[in-house]
């Protein structure tokens, strides 16, 4: 492949993240609220900060209708639901022309908050935005909303689940496709279904246990109740045990694939960081012990978060500062989902045939080795998270490296390589498409299938109910009623997980990370 289309190939599969802010949204402090009833009515702007060709503004709450009365001029009659108006919008006390723009009135509970609610689509100027805003905080009764208090309204509203909220914040934290249709997918509630199904036949499951307990003496139950509880624990067991075993596709998917950088010095670490990026993130230097901390990037690689780390190179080092980069970057590699390991191509044995016990031997040196917290390191677990860039091939006769791969394609204890040159851009291609697959294989495809789990918290409750249901099969023949505790507790711990159970701590959490105005 020629230079040039590898350079084309590589713009096309990589687009280097922008950085979306995700620091604490701008408040509006200085307008005046007027907080107190459950009946506030809140606005925002849901568009985002900054010049744009059309903000967007809302509104929910019962004060909805008469900020239309008095914003939009609407005095008579309201605007027909749904439907965009344009009007003149005027500052409601001086009736002084602010904007003319699009008004939209949304009666509850046919809304997004279940309330009555309603939408200015004004000018993105910021002059406007200001002065709308200014406007809308001087009515009464009606005060600047919180991060994500809209959601928190269609939350209590029962418009959406607890899984959906979240569905719908990783939505507007989505920086890739595979990340936005997995967002998409848990906001439609699909994972809420799950969850809600195991919790349904749960209940039916307890209902069982209990009626047995209170009305078994009586002989007004059936004997064979408890074994199709039995039977149906152990399905719903399994289920959850199999939805648990998804080696954590979609939480990685979620916060991204976690790749790291790492070789001996010189390799070629930080070009190849570089070369990924598209830009000089990393310091490129012949002087051996360039790379001292870990620099990180975010990359979109084939619609797939990557985050990208390049880390000190490895040597017996004397300086205390490079050695505590070695500290690191040998942490880094323990954390990896997928470890680029780099290696000078010049530096291989004269011999081809050599080339496979000396990559060998160089992984061992590089990668942490087994121990009682890492007892995979090492094995052939170990080595599918493993891809050995041969870097520098510009420096390496052609005939010679035609030699080594097929050495190498007969030897399956060597990971994955790929030859590359980060000078010349050749094998690029090549490589880039190993490395895509191998980030697709480790987030999965968020549409196929059931629904991923995708978050710790999911995990963690479900773990616990899984525990919980064999506290059911342990007590189950002794002690009937600290059985169904176990299923009780079960229950708590996936209704923990939907919102049905303790949702208002979880949603402080959730609602941190929102923006104003969703
Ligand atoms: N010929 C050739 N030189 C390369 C290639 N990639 C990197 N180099 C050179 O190799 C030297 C070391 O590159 P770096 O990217 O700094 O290597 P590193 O592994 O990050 O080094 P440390 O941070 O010191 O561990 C630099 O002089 C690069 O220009 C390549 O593909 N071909
Ligand atoms: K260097
Ligand atoms: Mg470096």
């Given at each position: 492949m020629s230079p040039s289309t590898s350079w084309k190939l590589w713009r096309s599969a990589i687009t280097t993240l922008k950085t979306i802010s995700r620091a604490a949204p701008v408040r509006c402090l200085s307008f005046p609220t007027d907080v107190g009833c459950d009946a506030e009515t809140i606005f925002a702007l849901s568009s985002g900060h900054g010049r744009c060709g059309v903000a967007l503004v809302r509104v929910s709450g019962p004060a909805s209708s008469m900020v239309l009365r008095n914003m939009a001029g609407l005095t008579q009659i309201l605007p027909i639901p749904r439907t965009a108006l344009l009007r003149r919008i005027t500052d409601p006390h001086s009736k002084e022309l602010l904007d003319r723009g699009l008004v939209l009135w949304f009666p509850g509970p046919h809304s997004f908050t279940g309330e009555d609610s309603a939408e200015f689509h004004i000018h993105g100027g910021p002059a406007v935005i200001t002065a709308v805003l200014q406007a809308l905080g001087s009515l009464k009764g009606v005060r600047p909303a919180e991060p994500g208090e809209f959601t928190r309204r269609a939350f209590h509203a029962g418009k959406l689940g607890l899984t959906e909220v979240e569905g719908l914040g990783d939505l507007i934290h989505a920086e890739t496709e595979a990340q936005r249709r997995q967002a998409l997918r848990q906001m439609d509630g699909e994972l809420g279904r799950l969850y809600q199904d195991w919790s349904s036949r749960l209940k039916r499951c307890l209902a069982h246990v209990e009626a047995f307990i209170d009305f078994s003496e009586d002989e007004l139950?059936?004997?064979g109740v408890l074994n199709l509880v039995e039977s149906s624990m152990l399905q719903l067991q399994t289920e959850i045990e199999r939805h648990l075993r998804d080696e954590r596709r979609g939480e990685r998917l979620r916060s991204g694939v976690q790749v790291v950088i790492a070789g001996a010095t010189n390799a070629g670490k930080s070009s190849l960081l570089n070369t990924l990026c598209q830009r000089p993130a990393a310091i490129v230097s012949p002087m051996a012990g360039t790379t001292r901390d870990v620099v990180e990037t975010s990359l979109d690689i084939g619609g797939f978060p990557v985050i990208l780390s390049d880390t000190a190179g490895l040597r017996d080092a004397q300086d205390s500062v490079e050695r505590e980069g070695i500290r690191r970057a040998r942490e880094r590699v323990e954390q990896a989902d997928l470890t680029l390991v780099v290696v000078d191509s010049n530096q291989l044995p004269p011999d081809p045939r050599n080339a496979p016990a000396f990559l060998q031997e160089h992984l061992s040196t590089v990668l942490p080795r087994p121990s009682l917290e890492h007892p995979e390191a090492g094995t052939e677990a170990a080595s599918d998270r493993i891809l050995l860039v041969l870097n520098k091939s510009d420096l390496v006769a052609g005939g010679k490296q035609e030699r080594i791969e097929r050495e190498l394609a007969g030897c399956p204890a060597v990971p994955p390589a790929c030859f590359l040159s980060c000078n010349t851009f050749t094998g690029l291609g090549a490589f880039l498409a190993v490395l895509q697959s191998r980030v697709n294989t480790l987030c999965?495809?968020?549409?196929?299938g059931a629904p991923t789990l995708t978050q710790a918290r999911h995990r963690a409750h479900l773990q616990h109910s899984v525990q919980a249901l064999s506290q059911y099969h342990q007590y189950r023949t002794q002690d009937l009623a600290l059985a169904a505790e176990g299923i009780r507790l079960a229950l708590t711990h996936i209704g923990r997980i939907t919102g049905r159970v303790g949702a208002e701590e979880i949603l402080d959490i959730i609602f941190r990370d929102f923006c104003i105005g969703k």
């Open positions: 139950i059936e004997d999965g495809d968020p549409l196929s």
